[in-house]
Every structure is written in C-alpha cells, then in structure tokens.
C-alpha cells in the first residue's frame, strides 16, 4: 500500500488550529510559519539531547536540554490563543539565546561550546517571521551581545574534563551544519509559501478590480429603473396633473427610496472595505433587543397573512452589541422571510446561548416556511448583486442586503450561514461572540437604529386609510403635544398627524414643559435643540414631575450621533428617531406607545390593588398608585375622607390628580376611591368574617341602604349574598 503525503492538508490543518479572527491573512501566514519553525526546532533539539546525552553521556549539562523542552512547552500552551504571537516567539527565543550565554561560559567558552555559538543564528533567524524588523534586529543585538561577552570572559574560563577534542568539533560540526540546514530549509519554504501568499493576493486584487468594474456596470442598471420611473412620472404628472395628482408622489416616493436604500447599503460596504465603518457596542440584554426589533414586523407580517413569532427564553441574555448594526442584520433577514414567506406561512426568530470553539455565543435564528433556495443557488446568496434565478425567485431586488448583512456580521467578529430546502423553508443562523466589554451597562439599544434600518407599513383599511391608534375610553382624539421651533416643521408634522390626534403645539421646551404639566397629554413629540429649554433639559424635568412622568416621550431631532441617542435614552425618551425620518414610522411608533398606555392603563385600573400585582414594568405609575391606596387605607373608615384630601396630601390640584389619574387608569379618580372601598369590604366579609353592617362602617360606608346598592352595581350580587 502506498501512503501518499498530502502537505496541503496538514497545512489546512495546521491553519485552522492557530486560525485567531483578529489577525489578517499575512499575520496568520507568518504565524503558520513561526510555529513550523518552533516545531522543527523542537526535534533538532530533541536530537542533540540524545547525541549529548546518550551518545557523549554529557550529563553534567542535562540542565540545558530540560529548559530548552520546559520553554517549548510553554511557548507551544500559549501560542496558539496567544493575539501577540510575535511577542510569545520572540520571548522564547530571547530566553533560548540566554540560556545559550550561560551554557558557553560552562563549557569553557567560545571554542569548545559544543557549537552552541550556532544556536542564536537560528534564533535571530526565526524572528524574522514575526514580522516585525525592531524585534529581529534587537534578537540579532542580544546575540551579537552575548558573543562579545563570552569572548571578554574568555581569559577567565576553564574547559571541563568531560568536553574532549572529538566531541567537541563532532558537536561542532552537526550543530553548524544542522542549523544552517534547518534555516535554508525553513527559509526556502516560507519563501515559496510567501510568493504563493502574494500571488494569491495579486489574483484577489485583479478579482476585486473586476468585481468593481461589474460592480458600477450593475449599479447603472439598477439606478437606470428608478431613476426612469421618477423622470417618467414627473412629466405625466406636468402633463396630466389631475390624472396623476393621487398616485403619482408615491410612485416617486418609492422609487426615491429604492434609491437611497441602494446608496446607504453602498456607503456601508465601502466604509467597511476602507475599515471605517466604527461600531458603537452598548452592553445589555439582547434577546429583549432581537424582540424589539422583531415586534416592528408584525403588522407587515400581519398583512401579509403570516405569522411572526419570536421564540426566546425569558432570562436576560446580556452581551456588547451594536444596536443600529444588529438592526440592519435583523430587519434586512426578517424582511427578506416576510418577502418569500406565501400568505399562510410562519415565521420564526430565535435567540439563544451556546458553545463554539470554547467561546461562548449567542445564536440567532431566522427561520421561515416560504420558497426555499435551489442547492445551486446557496453558494452565492451572500455575493453582492446576486440574485436567486428567474424562475425560483420573481420579486425584484438590488441583491446588496445579504452581502451587507454578512459583511456587519464578520465585522462584528460573528458568522452567518444559511440552511434551505426548496418548498420548504430556508433558514439563516447567526452566531455573535459573547463579551462584556463595553462601556455603557444598560440596555439602551431599544429604537437607537436609523429609520432606513427597519422599513415598516402602517396597515390599511378597505378604504386605504391609515389605522387609527387603539382609542381610550372617551371618544375624543388621544392628545399630542408637539414641541419644535421650526415652523416648516410644525407644519409638516402637523399635516401628517392631525388626522389621528388632537395636537397642541409649543416653541420650546420651557413651553412645552409648562403645556405638559397644564394639559398632560398623551404623548410628547419634540425636538432637542430649541431656545430657552433644550428637548433634553425638558425631558428630564418631565420624567421627574409627578405629573408628568407617566407620559411617552418621542424625540425627533436631527441629533443622530451615538452619544446624543444614549443621552435621550438614558433621560427617559421612549424613541429616538433622526430628521430626515419616515412618516410611517413615526405614526406607527405613535399607535405603539398608545397601544401600550392602553394596556398600562388595563392593568393599573384594576382591582384589588394593582400595585401589588404589577412588575417594575411600571415602576413610576405603580408608586403614584401604591401613594393613593396608602391614604386611602390610612382614612377607611372616615366616610368624609375624598378628593380633596387626597390632592392636600399629594400636593396636586384637583383638575390635576383628574387628568394623572385618568392618564394612568382610564378611570376617574372618584369612581376609584367608591371602588376601591367596596372591594375591601368585600374582603373583610369573605376573609375576615366580618357582616355587612361591619365592613360598611369599617369601609366608610355609613348608610347600609347606599351600601347594599352600590355593592350589587359593582359586583353584580347584594352583600347579604356573600355571606
């Protein structure tokens, strides 16, 4: 049987054992090498203890030979993980030539070293595959140093007995023609190896400047079609103006912004090609960010008849995660599901903690039951401007999302890869490591991402109207306070919300804070900079009034910096969204907030106590809450004790604690109290034994006939029947 040696896989081999993700290729090939060189050092080592040893039965020098093999098994534990690799080589082979020194001088110096002279050539020469010429030169400086030491002691040195003439120069020989062997060898290789290396890089090159040139010839194409269309539709809209006056902005609105989305996801490749692209890693829980931003999908999902789900453990997953970069990944995979997902299907997002490599990750899934990708279609899915052929794949695309997505993800130093089955589903799983390293511990990554980032739809009715927010008990308009000084930009937000809310308007946030603490409106839109009170100062006087701090805050500005988003995050804005921004999603996160002031008020409006059933969801409204229960349980039994009391206690007017009541309960303040007295007197009837005469007059109840009344109207049943 004839066993044929195959060096290019134990090369492989030897690359993905040493493979560290923050060296670039050149650094992984000289780290390749370096180890090869240790490695076959190693076993010339190993040989020349057993000429000296076994041989020559030199055992006085034994010593040598074991801190040589006590350095390789260090330098060989480390290396590997070690990022300094040239650090690591270097060290090992600046102890070797010291240790060297002190072997010279034992065996009576320069002439009778046994050839150990030789020993820091080969170190010097191993340095230079590190890379770097200051430590090559400082290895040959400590060589040369030792050298001129041993021959300034020489007078004063004495050779052993055991070192003879013949073992001497027959030492001398192997070590002079072993190392000079062992380097030549180990030189020509690399060498050879570093010219394939070039070549390579030289072919890459060449590749790339095609791909670019491919590059601009697709991109013309697909700006030809838009740019068409909006050129097109402009002049029918001259032409015909009544004709087109409908329909003809949004056709140009769309096509605008298949225009942009194409050149923000060029800018975003080329900055991560030039490695500017900077990443703002935030450290907090992600599986609450990955659910944010999945719950941004649903109506889209909804409408199209599929179901999103989201399936995450409820502990906290906390790592460093970029917040506008993950957003991108996300939306782009969620929104690619939605697009090949039929009406009917499921889509699902997991997040999860793992093992890979001996880091731990955390792994995101996208899976979803749509189309599928042909097998011959799988290799090229993340090249830019690929797309799936015509007859597996009819909607259009710019084929630019999966190649950003994969390229955001290696910078944030992950992976991605995709599982599919034509007809049946495809899947993209995502695996990011797990660090705790960034600066800022919350998890302020909820809605710090561009609105280009997650394209949403308001979803429409029959009549093609935009959906109106979940109403509140009164049927009038919920109320939104706008504070801006720009009155172009008043005027345009007004436009586009006055058919959902009843807006009140201020200049700046001096204004605003005062129209807020008069009016408490359902939500706050504002801007950041303004006269007299910036939108921040505004902000923060907002969450820390009693009155106030209940009320969802937006804030719209053209602030987009990193450090301006965390500030307004960290003060308490419910989101940040940056000027230019999309109306759709403006008016979407609006309906969200109301939707979720809805559900607030659902669950702080009942009774028994709410506040000691709620969670910290609630943290702020739960005291106000647990403030009125306490003086309501202090005064029970005083029929007399009411509003008025209550506001004296508070520090509030009575108009005041009606609109913050109302705002956290949908429920009037007086309807509250009655309420909350008759469910205490029925606890006391059912837990305490107490008859009904007891529990009216220890609840405030000093007419039994009013008692008996209101209790049937509020529980359905009179008191006499509880008991």
């Known amino acids: 049987m004839q066993l044929k040696f195959d060096s290019k896989n134990l090369l492989n081999r030897i690359d993905r054992y040493l493979y560290d993700s923050r060296l670039d290729s050149e650094a992984l090939l000289r780290k390749r090498w370096a180890w090869l060189w240790m490695l076959t050092t190693l076993v010339f080592v190993l040989l020349m203890c057993f000429l000296f040893l076994i041989i020559f039965q030199l055992w006085s020098i034994w010593y040598y030979g074991a801190a040589f093999l006590l350095g390789y098994a260090v330098a060989f534990y480390v290396y590997p993980w070690a990022k300094r690799f040239d650090l690591v080589i270097n060290l090992l082979f600046s102890y070797f030539i010291i240790s060297i020194f002190f072997g010279i001088l034992q065996t009576g110096g320069l002439f009778t070293s046994l050839g150990m002279i030789f020993i820091g050539i080969n170190c010097a020469m191993g340095s230079v595959l590190a890379g770097k010429i200051r430590w090559t030169v400082g290895m040959f400086a400590l060589y040369c140093l030792t050298i001129i030491l041993a021959g300034i002691l020489q007078p004063y040195l004495s050779t052993p007995d055991y070192i003879t003439d013949k073992v001497n120069i027959i030492s001398f020989l192997v070590m002079f023609l072993g190392i000079n062997f062992l380097t030549l060898f180990l030189v020509v290789l690399f060498m050879k190896d570093k010219s394939r290396f070039e070549k390579a890089e030289s072919e890459r090159v060449k590749k790339l400047d095609e791909a670019k040139t491919l590059l601009y010839t697709n991109i013309s194409h697909e700006f030809r079609t838009p740019l068409t269309i909006i050129q097109g539709m402009a002049k029918q809209m001259e032409k015909y103006p009544e004709k087109w006056q409908q329909t003809g902005p949004g056709k140009i609105k769309k096509q605008s912004q298949s225009l942009l989305r194409l050149v923000n996801q060029m800018l975003d490749i080329s900055k991560i090609e030039a490695d500017s692209m900077q990443l703002n890693f935030i450290h907090g829980d992600i ?51 939605i697009k090949f997902t039929p009406p009917g299907g499921h889509i699902e997002v997991e997040v999860s903690r793992g093992i890979e490599h001996e880091q731990q990750i955390v792994q995101i899934i996208v899976s979803d039951t749509g189309r599928g990708i042909p097998p011959q279609a799988m290799k090229h899915v993340f090249e830019r401007f690929y797309q799936v052929p015509d007859k597996y794949d009819q909607t259009q695309g710019t084929g630019l999302g999966l190649a950003l997505t994969r390229e955001l993800i290696k910078l944030m130093k992950g992976d991605i890869h995709a599982e599919s089955q034509v007809a049946q589903g495809t899947k993209f799983i995502v695996t990011l490591p797990i660090n705790k390293e960034a600066n800022v511990k919350d998890d302020h990554g909820t809605s710090m991402f561009h609105p280009d980032a997650i394209h949403l739809i308001i979803p429409k009715d029959e009549n093609g109207k935009e959906g109106e927010p979940h109403p509140a008990a009164s049927p009038e308009k919920p109320l939104l306070l706008i504070v801006e000084d720009n009155t172009d930009v008043i005027e345009y937000l007004v436009t586009i919300l006055e058919n959902h809310y009843r807006v009140e308007l201020a ?70 969204l940056v000027k230019p921004f999309s109306e759709e999603e403006l008016i979407l996160k609006l309906k969200n907030l109301l939707e979720a002031r809805y559900r607030m008020q659902q669950k702080l409006g009942m009774l028994p106590s709410a506040s000691t059933q709620m969670n910290t969801q609630y943290k702020l409204e739960v005291k106000f809450l647990t403030r009125i229960n306490k003086l309501l349980d202090d005064h029970l039994p005083e029929e007399e004790y009411g509003i008025e009391d209550i506001c004296l206690s508070i520090g509030l007017s009575r108009p005041q604690l009606y609109r913050k009541f109302t705002a956290l309960t949908d429920k009037s303040i007086g309807r509250y109290i009655r309420s909350y007295r008759l469910h205490k007197a029925k606890a006391m009837m059912e837990k305490e034994g107490k008859n009904v005469t007891e529990a009216a007059m220890d609840t405030g109840f000093k007419n039994l006939s009013h008692f008996s009344t209101i209790f049937k109207e509020e529980f359905g049943y009179s008191p006499s029947e509880l008991l």
């Open 287 to 337: 599986r609450k960010y990955v659910k944010y931003v999945t719950s941004s999908f649903q109506s889209l999902a909804e409408n199209k008849d599929i179901l999103l789900h989201m399936d995450a453990d409820s502990d906290p997953l906390y790592t460093d995660y970029d917040p506008e970069k993950l957003a991108q990944v996300l939306s782009n995979l969620i929104s690619n599901a």
């Open 507 to 576: 200049s700046n946030g001096k204004a605003g804070l005062e129209k807020a603490v008069k009016t408490i409106p359902d939500l706050i839109l504002t801007d950041v900079m303004m006269p007299q009170m910036d939108g921040f100062e505004m902000l923060s006087k907002l969450k820390g009034n009693i009155l106030t701090d209940h009320i969802p805050v937006v804030v719209l500005t053209a602030r987009g910096d990193f450090p301006s988003k965390l500030a307004g995050l960290e003060i308490g804005a419910d989101h940040y």
